[in-house]
C-alpha cells in the first residue's frame, strides 16, 4: 500500500472516531433529564389508575440544587392525590417542586393523536431553565393511551 492510501485511511478512521465520541457526549448531555413512566399504556376505565404517573429522573449535576419541575403537556391534565384519595386537576402546565406527576386524558383526543408531554427542570432561584426533555403518547384505541 502506498503511503498516500494510508494516510486517507488514518484520516477517515480518525474521522469517524472523533464523530463517535462527539455523538456520544452530546447523547450524555441531553440524558441529564429523562421522564419514566410507570406503565407503557393506560386504558380508561379498565386500569386501576388515575392515569399514567410520571416520574422526572435527574442527573447528580442537577439533583444538588433546590429545583422546580415545569410540567406541560398539549392535550390530557395533569393530575395530583388529595389526601382525602381523589385526585384534583392541575391543569395542563404546571410548575411544582414534586418529581412525579400523572398524566391522565380529557375529552376530545381524536384516536390516533400523538402529543408530546414536556418536562423543564427550572432553578429555583430565577426560573432559568437547567434542562427539558418530553414523551410522546399516542391514543392508539378509543380510550387505549400508549407512551412511545
Request: some cysteine.
Amino acid at each position: 500500500m502506498k503511503k498516500g492510501p494510508r494516510k486517507r485511511l488514518f484520516f477517515v478512521l480518525f474521522m469517524a472516531l472523533t464523530l463517535i465520541i462527539l455523538f456520544s457526549a452530546c447523547q450524555e448531555q441531553d440524558q441529564k433529564l429523562v421522564i419514566v413512566p410507570e406503565q407503557e399504556e393506560y386504558q380508561v376505565g379498565i386500569s386501576s389508575s388515575a392515569g399514567i404517573t410520571l416520574t422526572a429522573q435527574a442527573d447528580r449535576s442537577l439533583k444538588n440544587d433546590v429545583l422546580i419541575f415545569h410540567w406541560m403537556t398539549s392535550e390530557g391534565t395533569f393530575l395530583k392525590w388529595q389526601k382525602a384519595g381523589h385526585p384534583r386537576e392541575l391543569g395542563q402546565d404546571v410548575r411544582t417542586n414534586e418529581h412525579k406527576m400523572i398524566w391522565a386524558p380529557t375529552d376530545g383526543v381524536p384516536v390516533g393523536e400523538v402529543f408530546v408531554i414536556t418536562l423543564q427542570v427550572e432553578s429555583s432561584d430565577g426560573g432559568e431553565v437547567l434542562a427539558e426533555t418530553s414523551i410522546q403518547i399516542e391514543q392508539r384505541k378509543e380510550d387505549i393511551y400508549r407512551v412511545q
